[in-house]
């Protein structure tokens, strides 16, 4: 039985998986596919759990479990690419969510500058060389140092909400007006700057 506080949030030490995954989820992500190469073999897993980090320097972050096997590769080899898919790549975000032993099979890539798959039809990639790995509980916390960035495309992203695929609606893909304010407030530097 899970302990509520006086505001009805639930005490940490009660919680659930279950509803910790099922209040998490009510966080909209974009998905992404981390890849690399090792021994001359192509690996990768899916990934909602990536972020900006550091612009100053330009740092990455991301979250594999600690059992993963792709991880361990991505370890071994020290560098990766971020993929980020598009609406249309459901079906390869699912291969690489999955426990094939050949995620690549059928899927077609070329070679990023430090050596890693970039997945075609990727909405963009980031190339990325390992900084460092922190505990996390039960995943690692990996920064990745960006080494090249890709161009960007018009496409839309594809986002995973409430469990399931989602994307964005077709007439909200025309930036709002206040996005040049946005852009402006998360790429200026100043002392009282929280990015």
């Not at 960007?152 to 077709?170: A, D, M, N, W």
Request: contains cysteine; hydrophobic residues 35%.
């Amino acid at each position: 039985m899970s302990e509520v506080t006086g505001d009805g949030a639930v005490a940490a030490e009660a919680i659930d998986p279950r509803r910790f995954r099922t209040v998490l989820g009510q966080f909209c992500t974009g998905v992404t596919i981390i890849t690399t190469i090792d021994d001359g073999v192509p690996v990768g897993f899916a990934c909602q759990s990536f972020a900006a980090l550091s612009l100053e320097p330009p740092l990455v972050l991301f979250c594999p479990t600690k059992t993963s096997r792709s991880w361990a590769a991505i370890e071994r080899s020290g560098i990766f690419c971020v993929n980020v898919l598009a609406e249309e790549q459901q079906s390869t975000c699912a291969r690489f969510g999955s426990r094939d032993p050949d995620k690549f099979a059928g899927i077609d890539w070329t070679e990023s500058p430090l050596g890693s798959p970039i997945l075609t039809g990727s909405l963009a990639h980031i190339d990325c060389s390992l900084e460092s790995v922190h505990d996390g509980g039960d995943h690692w916390v990996a920064f990745g140092r960006v080494s090249s960035l890709s161009e960007i495309r018009e496409e839309r992203p594809l986002l995973f909400y409430r469990g399931q695929y989602t994307g964005i609606e077709p007439d909200k893909t025309v930036p709002a007006p206040w996005r040049d304010d946005l852009e402006a407030f998360l790429t200026t530097s100043s002392e009282d700057t929280w990015l």
